[in-house]
């Protein structure tokens, strides 16, 4: 029998524990470490402390792209039977401006932005078609126009002011990052995230932390919570040795294969065995080491004093220099209270994290819309979740290199340790799911290969 450690207990480590065990044509004895006390890592669906009412602490939708292509993490959620929810938002708030139409954006900005705003939306509609948007990354989009240019410098070539402070505000909250710092594929890919023909969001009902709970109680592994994972290292035998801490000692267990399933920021925490290994995994943190920020402000309200303007599942705003505005009390039932979730972004969420939340909840407040400050009265409680550094600016690297080279640090000597990452995709959940299929489908075959194991075997 094979043994396979998992590390991380995210939905990247319980994405593969699941795949491992229906794709596995032999006997597995799989293991899954985690540092913290529970499973899901980003997955956090929480209640609020006054009532017991549902929302969104991280992961704050899923994105559709089945009506385009493959989705596999659609597939999976049909698979596991989990009912979900369809999210919409068509308006940005300019202040006290709500913008959803075109003859909202002639009253408010002008004719002459619209028009600007029309001509660049032609532009990229031109550049990717839905279908080609549906499709992981690959090495072929190293061939984009604007793969090797600042998502800046493509903003900039919009002549109307108000119409880049448009683009950037729309998808500002989607890149985590400031528009210097990535690249003009990532950021048009930010944009088509709005755009119906392209993508579609939706969430869980009962919270998106179900499918953790739900892959958490479907997969075999035995699970090693409170057990950070603190060194790997080649074994004598072409195995691996990973080392662990249980309280306050160190414990070791050997495998035939790793699967790191960490966030890039983790790399650094785990020592790399020989030197090899440490020089290969240092070069893979430092390709991928981009980091960006998000900071959830979540509030609880009397009632949902906005509906009237804003019946959607959540808005943009251009407070804080653009973030999402979220209505988790039309997709959770909230039993008449109002619940708003502002997701912070960029250089915003890094600077406010050094904030007491009192003061974040405070300024969350102050920069609702000025229709809704009125609404202030009804506030009864907030939370925020800070995520600074958790996810990634240029996701996928630049330039994207092929999948192999993505989840195979060190192939020659460590053919049978991967890493699993959203990061070397698109820093979605789809793109992670994308990550687990290949690396799981790669290991098997490997270790087949390898060990001359059959079906029947």
């Known amino acids: 029998m094979k043994k396979l450690a998992i590390i991380g207990g995210g939905p990247g480590g319980l994405m593969a524990a699941y795949l491992l065990d229906r794709k596995s044509s032999y006997s597995l004895e799989i293991t899954l470490f985690e540092a913290s006390d529970r499973l899901g890592g980003k997955i956090i669906s929480q209640q609020l402390k006054k009532v017991p009412l549902l929302f969104e602490a991280g992961v704050a939708e899923l994105y559709d792209y089945s009506q385009n292509g493959f989705d596999p993490l659609r597939e999976l959620i049909e698979t596991l039977g989990l009912p979900v929810i369809p999210m919409s938002g068509k308006t940005i708030a300019f202040g006290d401006h709500f913008i959803t139409t075109e003859t909202d954006i002639n009253r408010y900005l002008g004719e002459t932005t619209r ?3 029309d001509r660049f939306y032609d532009r990229i509609y031109s550049l990717i078609s839905p279908t080609e948007f549906a499709k992981p990354k690959e090495p072929r989009n190293n061939d984009f126009i604007w793969a090797k240019r600042s998502f800046q410098s493509v903003l900039d070539e919009i002549p109307d002011a108000k ?18 710092l990535t690249n003009g594929l990532y950021g048009l890919e930010n944009i088509f995230i709005s755009e119906p023909n392209y993508v579609r969001l939706y969430s869980i009902e009962g919270g998106i932390q179900r499918l953790a709970q739900v892959l958490a109680k479907e997969i075999s592994a035995g699970v090693e919570l409170n057990s950070p994972v603190v060194r790997i290292e080649k074994g004598d035998r072409d195995t691996y040795r990973v080392f662990y801490r249980r309280d306050r000692a160190i ?23 020989e030197a090899q290994l440490n ?31 804003i019946a959607d599942s959540y808005f943009t ?29 960029g250089n915003d969420a890094l ?22 400050l009125s609404g202030q009265k009804q506030f009864l409680e907030g939370q925020v979740h800070r ?14 290199k092929s999948l192999e ?31 687990s299929n290949f690396v799981t489908t790669e290991i098997l075959k490997q270790l087949g290969m390898r060990s001359g194991l059959t079906k029947e075997e």
């Open 163 to 180: 119409a880049r402070h448009y683009f950037k505000v729309l998808s500002r909250s989607d890149l985590a990052t400031e528009p210097h």
């Open 279 to 309: 020089m290969a995994i240092q070069k893979h943190y430092e390709y991928y080491d981009r980091p960006a920020h998000y900071l959830r402000i979540s509030m609880l309200f009397e009632s949902r004093f906005w509906q009237d303007t």
């Open 251 to 273: 414990e070791l267990q050997e495998f035939d294969g790793v699967i790191v399933a960490l966030p890039i920021y983790w790399f650094p925490s785990i020592e790399w065995g």
């Open 387 to 400: 995520w600074v550094g958790t996810i990634n600016a240029l996701p996928g690297g630049r330039p994207i």
């Open 351 to 372: 600077v406010l994290n050094n904030f007491q939340d009192s003061k974040l909840i405070e300024k969350a407040l102050a920069n609702l819309p000025k229709s809704f």
């Open 405 to 435: 080279e993505r989840h195979l640090p060190e192939p020659k000597n460590h053919p049978f340790l991967f890493v699993v990452g959203d990061y070397l995709f698109d820093s979605t959940m789809t793109g992670l799911m994308h990550s």
């Open 115 to 117: 028009g600007a705003i």
């Open 317 to 345: 705003s251009d407070a804080f220099g653009g973030c999402c505005i979220y209505d988790d009390s039309s997709r959770y039932n909230a039993g008449g209270y109002g619940v708003l979730s502002y997701l912070l972004a």
